[in-house]
């Protein structure tokens, strides 16, 4: 007769699902420990998969935010330097017209004009980082001022001629259905100074203008009139320095909650996603120990049949 093994096909058959049961645990830990992530497929994620989606996806509009909202901070901080040397411009030749006055000699003062128009044409006429010009609004392709010497205004019935800028100022989306207007147009902007700089240029060539030393009375009353207009010119440019320190401070605003909701995102995808590393170590070496007492167990009763159970003697 034949000598059977003690175990049975059903216990041989329980034993080997047991293995394979720790194996695939085991393997389960060992990728989460080397990953770092909960499951490298949705099936492992299981009904939170919509919920990760969703947050991914709120996570990269808030990063797309964050970075045109960056953008809009370096234009706005540009912008407060450029209405900054506009406001020194405008209190310039507010200045050099009243010294005009008091010291009743002009010999200096439209080759003063001249430099000023200069400096604020440049200055309306300037480009952002995408060679974009950065006050034309909606119609950034072009020069938003087209004059290009102080005696081009004196062909111009008025001053806004001198503009060809877009009438929509160029804005930002700080976030889901929030958009803040940063771009400031030209027109809105030195309007003012270049009307008081056509005033000049329009007179001085006039019958009774050409500015040297010695004012006439009707130059000394004109210049006296154009003090007030080249105040409010440098008050317009200060109110719009003044707006955009508003909107400096919406973008600032606006950069802080990015930052806030970045971080919960981030927060919120890690705990659906990411393991907790501790843990996942302790599983790992309880699913190793799991395994080899398995295979032990198996190994062992595999080796044990009737003979380790008969008597020699006895035979």
Known sequence: MTIDRVSTNSQSQ????????????????????????????????????????????????????QSATSLALNQADLQDS?????????????????TAVGDSDGST???????????AVQILNSKDANGNYLYGGDKNGQPPVT????????????ASDAFQNGTVANSVMVGDGQNIQVGMLASNIGSGLMQT?????????????????????????FLSGEIQTATAAATQVNNAA???????GQLQDASTN??????????????????????AITQLNQNQVALQAALQVTAQLN??????YINPSSS
């Not at 450029?82 to 009243?98: G, W, Y």
């Not at 003062?109 to 400096?119: P, R, S, V, W, Y």
């Not at 995102?265 to 393991?275: A, P």
């Not at 080796?303 to 380790?308: A, G, K």
């Open 14 to 65: 329980l034993l080997l699902s047991q293995i394979q049961q720790a194996e695939l645990a085991l393997n389960k830990t060992q990728t989460q420990v080397t990953s770092g992530k909960v499951s490298t497929d949705y099936a492992g994620i299981g009904d939170k998969t919509a919920m990760l989606e969703a947050t991914r996806s709120a996570s990269n509009r808030v990063t797309a935010y």
């Open 82 to 98: 450029q209405m900054s040397s506009l406001s020194d411009l405008a209190n310039q030749l507010r200045q050099a017209i009243t």
């Open 109 to 119: 003062l439209m080759t003063t004009a001249q430099g000023i128009f200069d400096q």
């Open 147 to 158: 004059a290009t010497n102080l005696s081009d205004l004196t062909t111009m019935a008025s």
């Open 197 to 221: 700089l056509k005033d000049l240029a329009d007179f001085n060539a006039g019958a009774s203008g050409n500015f040297s030393t010695g004012l006439t009375t009707a130059q000394s009353s």
């Open 242 to 248: 003044a707006a955009n320190g508003n909107i400096y």
């Open 258 to 279: 990015q930052k806030a909701m970045s971080t919960l995102f981030k927060g919120f995808v890690s705990n659906i996603e990411e393991v907790d590393m501790p843990t």
């Open 303 to 308: 080796q044990v049949s009737l003979l380790n």
